[in-house]
């Protein structure tokens, strides 16, 4: 079960440190209204809420291609959320 604990490891570091990064923006930005980056942060969490409970889900016929799915969903919810802080 070590691919599990990985799996975790990497939705957390993943998201953490893009809600990390909206917090830089925002430090360096304190002039603009944070309501965009504010949403992104909120977006983030509720990804991570998400992909956790995928990964808890008990009831999986094929466990390897279920963690595979959560890891490409990480991926492309990971690069949309940089994107919007790129747009920021």
Request: proline share 0%; glycine share 4%; net charge negative.
């Amino acid at each position: 079960m070590a691919n599990v604990r990985n799996l975790k490891k990497d939705i957390n570091y993943v998201l953490g440190d893009i809600i990390e990064a909206v917090y830089i923006w925002e430090y360096a930005n304190k002039d603009k209204d944070t309501k965009k980056s504010e949403a992104i942060i909120d977006e983030a969490i509720s990804a991570f809420d998400d992909l956790i409970e995928k990964v808890n889900a008990k009831n999986v016929d094929n466990q390897k291609a279920h963690f595979k799915g959560i890891a490409k969903e990480l991926e492309a919810k990971g690069t949309a959320l940089i994107e919007k802080i790129n747009k920021l």
